[in-house]
């Protein structure tokens, strides 16, 4: 899931083509990683932390708020309140970029 967190993160930096679903499904690998931090030890959580803070930032500095509400009416029931549900990338070439100011 790290890996796939960190394929994401690539992917909006150069500008994210899939549609919103698809966005929406390539988050849940984060939020996967979160709950997994729940589950795990303290010494494994640190690890986890320590490895998730670098692609963090890499994927906040790609995104913007969503504060469109792009994502927040759109297939989110069920899914968790972590950040990176509240952001959308900045480069914007397929089909989300349909959703994007509106």
Same mark, same amino acid.
């Given at each position: ?45 640190? %690890? ?6 670098? %692609? ?35 480069? %914007? ?10």
């Amino acid at each position: 899931m790290l890996a796939q967190w960190e394929w994401l993160g690539s992917q909006v930096e150069r500008g994210y083509t899939a549609t919103l679903a698809e966005y929406l499904d390539d988050l849940s690998c984060r939020e996967w990683l979160a709950r997994a931090g729940l589950l795990v030890t303290e010494p494994a959580r640190t %690890l986890l932390d320590q490895a998730l803070q670098p %692609l963090d930032t890499r994927f906040q500095a790609a995104t913007e708020d969503d504060g469109s509400g792009v994502l927040s009416g759109h297939g989110q029931a069920g899914r968790g309140d972590g950040w990176w549900w509240k952001r959308i990338p900045r480069r %914007l070439i397929g089909g989300l970029a349909q959703f994007k100011g509106h």
